[in-house]
């Protein structure tokens, strides 16, 4: 005799609760590794986005202004270093987040050299690689290698006439960003090479360094 209607149903019922409960002892988990692999892949992309908004945030071009210090060390034994003071001036731009290339000018004077009376000048025209580490949301270390040219005048290094020479600097700084387009460089310090001529002696090698702060506007 065949079941009545309420009882085929209620059959029907317990056969897809059955199943139900078979699924669940399979992979009692199911639906928590899927709510994990769901978070995953959101947390994937939020950190995807946020370093594309970090890479896109580095400025094209940088220009810096500011004071600089040369400590000037004779490269004959026996003569005395002597101070210069002056100012440079950069303009970088970045071809990467973390790379770019700089031009360097300055001009340094001291109007009394070791007390002889006299007033030397000189100035540098540099060019070279900078690398900055931008992962700090207002400060960006940076170190650089620069090549070029140096000019003093005759009194600089008791020389006949006014001479050129080769230079180069190695060194770094720091800049902190106070608004999205002006920041300031509490300090650069370099190691400052110059290949001058000395008196009647020839030329020689200066080691010298040369510190400089100041402000900068990106763009």
Known sequence: MLPS??????????????????????????????????????????LSAVSAYAQENAPKVDVFAGYSYVQANPGVTGVDSFHLHGGSASVAYNIRNWLGGVADFGGYTNGNILNTHTSGTFSTY??????????????????????????ANAAAFSTANTQNAFTMTAGGGLDYKLFDHFAIRPFQAEYLMTRFAEGTLGTRTQNNLRVSTGFLVRF
């Open 5 to 46: 209607l309420p009882e085929a149903a209620r059959g029907k019922r317990g056969r897809a609760l059955e199943r139900v409960g078979l699924r669940t002892k399979l992979n009692p988990n199911g639906g928590v590794m899927k709510l994990k692999l769901q978070v995953s892949l959101l947390a994937v992309v939020s």
């Open 126 to 151: 540099l060019f070279g690689p900078r690398v900055s580490y931008r992962h700090y949301s207002r400060i960006t270390p940076f170190g650089q290698v620069l090549f070029g040219v140096a000019h």
